[in-house]
Every structure is written in C-alpha cells, then in structure tokens.
C-alpha cells in the first residue's frame, strides 16, 4: 500500500471517487498538450482488460490497415486516464468502463460520443476472498480492496448493499490500482479484493482462495442482464463529426476481430498473450466465457430497441443511489448510432 491509499469510511468520500475521477479528465484537457500527428493516423487508448482485446487484435493482425486506417495503440492503467487523453484530443478513439463516462456525463462533457459495446462479460470480474469467508456477511470487520470509479467498486457497493452493510462502519474499503491488488491480497495487506481480469485470474489462483460473487450477483444483472461496468468505445466528439468514415471503419475493424474472439478463440489467444501476460489456457479461457458482439447486434443494443442505452439508464440512477454521482445524465444524447 502507498501514501494515496484512501480508506471508504463516509458517503462524501464516496461522492469524491467520482469527482476525482472528473478531476483526472479536467486536468488531462487543460493542462496536457494536444499533440499534432499526420492526418490519416489515430490513436487508440487500451489497455490489459479484455475490453480492449478487438481493438489490439485489430492492430496486431493488420484488420485496420486493410480498411486504410493506421491505428496506433496507447496503453493507460485506468479508465479515468483514458478519458483525460480522449478529453484533451491526445487519443482519438478509445474503450472504457461506462462507470468513467458516466461520470463525466454527469458533469455534461460533450467531447466524446459512445459509438459501440463490444462485449457482454460476467465471470471475468468479481468478489475475492479467503476460504474462511462464506457470505457477504462474513467480510465484517474485514479490509478489501478495488480501484475506485471501476466496475468493480461498483459491483463491491452493489454486493454490500444488498447484504445490508455499510462501508466504513462494517467493513473498511480500500483503494489502490488493480496492478498492485495481487501484491497486497497475497501479503495480506486486504482480505477480499474486488477486481478484474487478468488481476482476477491471478488472485484466484492463490492457495486458499475463491470467487465469493461475480458480476451476474448485481442488482441490476438480475433485473435487465446489465453488469456493473459495461465496456464501450468511444470516439472523439472532433474526430466523429469531421470524419465520421473514420468511425465507421473502426467499428467494422472492431467488430472483425470480435469475430476472430468468437470462431477462432486459439488463434486470439496467441496475439493477445503478450498484451495481457496471462497464460496461455487462463487467456484461452477468458476469451471463452465472453459473449463476442456481433456488427449486427450492436443496432438493436444501440438504436433499435436500444436496450443497452436502456440498462446504462438503469446504471447511472443506481451511480446517483449508491452517492458515486450526483445526478443521472441524459445516457441517449452520448449514444452515436449512425457509424453503425
């Protein structure tokens, strides 16, 4: 653990996650340089988390240079950092938790619009504890550790809630970068880490551990099959209004690669073990239990009958309940279907 621990210990503090997080973007767009490159390349913003897998296969196996886009790749540790770049113009495109964009649609930031959803995944993030644990209650008393403004923070809120706990008072939450989750639960720093891959499958594999709930334990799961982050891509507001082709062809890479994750999931596996460090049968089986988005699927998640946009309504309310935003915005005027 570091100085910027920060203990969950009152609702304000909570509220702050999320406004930190707008403080991550606020000081990317005023203070970081845009940077000027050549028109006809791009930058993506990804990182390790499967969310981003489309988007590095698409790179790797040239999918994005055969439809005459030169795609670049940057890697950022959060979502929050991601935004900053997309906010301050150094990245173009980018995927990303919604529980980040949501908060900066809360705040009424309009330099990104929400162009897909690549993914629908649920036994790749979750709950970790030691064997002694056997319910939600049992974690009383106990420290556990997420990244905060993630998915699964979230997820650890929601869990908690529904078991009638309370942080701060009943168990003590704990921050740090997902990275270093791994390092603390296995020095017993924490007791339970709420996280995901590839730190989930890392963790999970330590002696004398188990899943105690993933994401199919969320409230809203249950109710409309909505997870507590679901992953989006994103496009610059800029980059979507003076070249919406640009979009168009990314989407169509994103989604050819998806289908290289769905019908050929061994030969992923191998382009994405490098990114993710992750051995090749855990890669494997990660890329198997996630439902791989279809092109023609994203109209009906999207536009009609927009189901998606429906549940990431359902989401943001539940952000304004659980104190992580102040109020829901609008998620419909951020949705771009037309590159679709």
Do not use: C
């Amino acid at each position: 653990m570091n100085n910027n621990t920060e203990e969950h210990t009152m609702d304000h503090q909570r509220r702050r996650v999320m406004k930190g997080a707008l403080a991550v973007t606020a000081a990317a767009a005023a203070g970081m340089p845009m940077i000027g490159r050549a028109a006809t390349t791009y930058k993506y913003g990804g990182s390790t988390w499967l969310g981003h897998y489309s988007a590095y296969i698409a790179i790797k196996t040239g999918i994005f240079t055969k439809l005459g886009l030169d795609i670049q790749w940057q890697s950022f540790g959060t979502s929050s950092e991601r935004l900053g770049a997309v906010m301050a113009g150094q990245i173009d495109l980018a995927g990303s938790g919604i529980v980040a964009a949501l908060a900066l649609m809360a705040n009424g930031a309009k330099q990104f619009q929400v162009i897909a959803t690549p993914n629908n995944y649920g036994k790749v993030e979750g709950l970790l504890v030691r064997n002694d644990v056997n319910s939600i209650a049992d974690l009383k008393g106990k420290k556990i550790g997420v990244t905060f403004a993630s998915s699964a923070h979230v997820l650890l809120l929601d869990l908690l809630k529904q078991a009638k706990m309370v942080p701060g008072t009943d168990v003590t939450i704990i921050n740090m970068p997902a990275a270093n989750l791994p390092t603390a639960y296995q020095a017993k720093q924490i007791d339970a880490v709420a996280v995901w891959t590839p730190a989930f499958n890392r963790i999970r594999a330590m002696p004398e551990t188990k899943v105690l709930a993933d994401d199919t334990a969320f409230s809203l799961y249950k109710q409309y099959s909505v997870m507590p982050g679901p992953d989006v891509l994103l496009t610059t507001t800029k980059l979507g209004n003076e070249n919406p082709d640009v979009v168009k062809k990314f989407l169509q890479g994103i989604f050819e690669a998806n289908t290289m994750l769905s019908k050929a999931p061994d030969e992923a596996t191998r382009i994405l073990v490098p990114l993710t460090q992750l051995s090749p049968a855990e890669q494997l089986e990660t890329v198997k239990q996630v439902d791989w988005y279809t092109l023609d699927q994203q109209k009906s998640l999207l536009v009609s009958p927009g189901s998606f946009v429906t549940g990431m309504q359902k989401l943001a309310d539940m952000l304004v309940d659980l104190k992580q935003i102040d109020r829901a915005p609008p998620v419909k005027d951020w949705v771009q279907g037309s590159y679709l």
